[in-house]
């Protein structure tokens, strides 16, 4: 019975130091009100922090009601002066943290480094996924046989290479479909067009940059066998977080169309443009593009790109997409029209 009596005790004593050891290792917010959060730190961004927590998942909180926090390993801490903390941080009171000297060992509290104490209200961002790429791929596609036979595939990539100073942007896509006659069976292609696209930003400021891109399109339908357009400009970031993202720009771009019939047209146009997203909830983005291009020669000839779409996330990277993409040419090829509107559905992942 004794012996019973120690196995227990020893066996509690393990479990209590194990779980003793895995809250050692677990960041910690705390906040104004007494209340307290573990979990991991993913980032600070605009005014809020984001936190991802064993039990209630990922959750996001104002910073104006955090009153310290503390990670067990290296956090990327920006401050508004343009400093960059890089080591791992300890609470410390009157709403500041501690940058440590090391990363602690589990269990091991990590003594404060030898300098001042960093108030919150000077923290810029915390873990803001600078140098590092994030994107997504899109797959949809529609197959019907019976009293119709068509094929419809849709594919379209994106990647974006964020740094403190600059932004590089990619982007692809291609869609394709075909039908057959159900009385001859002779099959037709419906769609037949890819675009590539190629975007470097350089921020003067915070808010502030420089850009410039260019973008490559075919579309066998519309008879255009090739359209160029590289263009350099100025932009304004208005707003850039995890939650919300608007920007416009202004400048200029030179066209170069190619058609099947009607020959080769080129002229140069102004560019105007704005990209917006949001995150409606934890699960939902709305995301929406304009780009308007009208001839500086003659601006009834000009050349209109916009999407707008939902993003929904289905589990972990996974995600469907919904969206509609209107592209207008006001003086497309001889026999073609000037609207192309088509609606894309989708799955994707994102990266």
């Known amino acids: 019975m004794l012996r019973c009596v120690r196995s227990a005790a020893v066996a509690a004593s393990l479990l209590l130091l194990t779980s003793a050891g895995f809250n050692a290792r677990a960041d910690e917010v705390r906040f104004k009100n007494?209340?307290?959060?573990?979990?991991?730190?993913?980032?600070?961004?605009?005014?809020?922090?984001?936190?991802?927590?064993?039990?209630?998942?990922?959750?996001?909180?104002?910073?104006?009601?955090?009153d310290t926090f503390s990670t067990d390993k290296p956090a990327e801490v920006h401050l508004k002066d343009g400093t960059v903390v890089n080591q791992p941080v300890v609470a410390a009171p009157g709403g500041n943290i501690q940058p440590a000297t090391a990363p602690a060992a589990p269990g091991v509290p990590v003594p404060p480094a030898a300098v001042a104490p960093i108030p919150l209200s000077q923290i810029e961002a915390v873990n803001p996924g600078y140098?590092?790429?994030?994107?997504?791929?899109?797959?949809?596609?529609?197959?019907?046989?019976?009293?119709?036979?068509?094929?419809?595939?849709?594919?379209?990539?994106?990647?974006?290479?964020?740094?403190?100073?600059?932004?590089?942007?990619?982007a692809g896509g291609y869609f394709f479909g075909?039908?057959?006659?159900?009385?001859?069976?002779?099959?037709?292609?419906?769609?037949?067009?890819?675009?590539?696209?190629?975007k470097y930003d350089y921020f003067f400021s915070k808010k502030m940059y420089g850009y410039g891109l260019v973008r490559v399109e075919h579309d066998a339908i519309a008879d255009l066998n090739?359209?160029?357009?590289?263009?350099?400009?100025?932009?304004?970031?208005?707003?850039?977080?995890?939650?919300?993202?608007?920007?416009?720009?202004?400048?200029?771009?030179?066209?170069?169309?190619?058609?099947?019939?009607?020959?080769?047209?080129?002229?140069?146009?102004?560019?105007?443009?704005?990209?917006y997203d949001r995150k409606l909830n934890d699960k939902v983005s709305f995301i929406n593009n304009v780009e308007y291009l009208p001839s500086l020669r003659d601006t009834s000839d000009y050349n209109l790109n916009a999407d707008a779409g939902l993003r929904a996330t289905?589990?972990?990277?996974?995600?469907?997409?919904?969206?509609?993409?209107?592209?207008?040419?006001?003086?497309?090829?001889?026999?073609?029209?000037?609207?192309?509107?088509r609606y894309v559905l989708g799955v994707g992942w994102t990266f």
């Open 34 to 66: 007494g209340d307290k959060l573990t979990g991991t730190i993913v980032d600070v961004q605009a005014d809020k922090l984001k936190i991802k927590s064993a039990v209630a998942g990922t959750i996001t909180v104002d910073m104006k009601d955090v």
């Open 131 to 170: 140098n590092k790429w994030s994107g997504s791929l899109t797959i949809g596609g529609l197959v019907t046989r019976g009293n119709s036979d068509t094929s419809n595939l849709n594919i379209a990539a994106d990647a974006m290479h964020r740094r403190k100073d600059d932004r590089f942007s990619l």
């Open 178 to 198: 075909r039908e057959s006659d159900p009385d001859t069976g002779d099959k037709s292609t419906t769609v037949d067009n890819w675009f590539g696209s190629a």
């Open 226 to 275: 090739l359209r160029v357009s590289p263009g350099a400009g100025v932009g304004y970031q208005w707003h850039e977080s995890p939650i919300w993202n608007f920007s416009t720009e202004v400048g200029l771009a030179w066209v170069y169309e190619d058609y099947s019939t009607g020959g080769t047209d080129d002229h140069v146009a102004a560019r105007l443009a704005y990209h």
């Open 314 to 341: 289905l589990s972990g990277n996974m995600f469907a997409d919904f969206k509609f993409e209107w592209r207008y040419d006001a003086t497309p090829a001889p026999g073609s029209e000037s609207n192309d509107l």
